[in-house]
T-cell receptor
């Protein structure tokens, strides 16, 4: 298992450019999410998905779009990059929220990718 | 929404000493409290977690305690080693379909050999 993979590892953009950060997982996790990490602020949730075709906003969604066409992939799109989006971006995935018996799981470990360091000039 | 505060922001200890990191949370509905370790250039990795129906959990040199009444939880590392040097994050979560984690701001732990 490769776990959670992210590409690229580093990216430099100019203000106004657009790009897509890729995230993929091979653990058949239904839940995937994107966080950004800024100095002194921990990780903040951008968008998340509880399954293919379902996405929702997190704490800091402005300026970002996501889609979930497959269980494995969860790309994050920057529509028009701004210097305030300079950050390290982490993708995470976790087990389905329900067991085979239909019971809500209490187990909630999220597995993180290695991150993408983005600089917007 | 949930708010998690973490202290201290930096912590330096001598090898073999203990280290304690403390977090407080605001939402009494939170019931899952993981701790993540992040090494330089890598993503966070879960090291221990605790659920609201448990007051303490231990895994070798690492322990976590939870006080639901006071809404705070702590990470304890005993017999610290240089490889424990990293940034540690606490987090809190409500067990819902959203499954989002609210993170603390992180503690940079440095273990001096």
């Amino acid at each position: 298992n490769a776990g959670v993979t992210q590409t690229p590892k580093f990216q430099v953009l100019k203000t106004g450019q657009s790009m897509t950060l890729q995230c993929a997982q091979d653990m058949n996790h239904e839940y995937m999410s994107w966080y950004r990490q800024d100095p002194g602020m921990g990780l903040r949730l951008i968008h998340y998905s509880v399954g293919a075709g379902i996405t929702d906003q997190g704490e800091v969604p402005n300026g970002y779009n996501v889609s979930r066409s497959t269980t494995e992939d969860f790309p994050l799109r920057l529509l028009s990059a701004a210097p305030s989006q300079t950050s390290v971006y982490f993708c995470a995935s976790s087990d389905p929220p329900f067991s085979r018996e239909g019971l809500m799981r209490s187990y909630n470990e999220q597995f993180f990718g290695p991150g993408t360091r983005l600089t917007v000039l | 929404g949930e708010n998690v505060e973490q202290h201290p922001s930096t912590l330096s200890v001598q090898e073999g000493d203990s280290a304690v990191i403390k977090c407080t949370y605001s939402d009494s509905a939170s019931n899952y409290f993981p701790w993540y370790k992040q090494e330089l250039g890598k993503g966070p990795q879960l090291i221990i977690d605790i659920r609201s129906n448990v007051g303490e959990k231990k895994d070798q040199r690492i322990a976590v305690t939870l006080n639901k009444t006071a809404k705070h939880f702590s990470l304890h590392i005993t017999e610290t080693q240089p490889e424990d040097s990293a940034v540690y994050f606490c987090a809190a979560s409500i067990r819902t379909g959203r499954r989002a984690l609210t993170f603390g701001s992180g503690t940079r732990l440095q273990v001096q050999p």
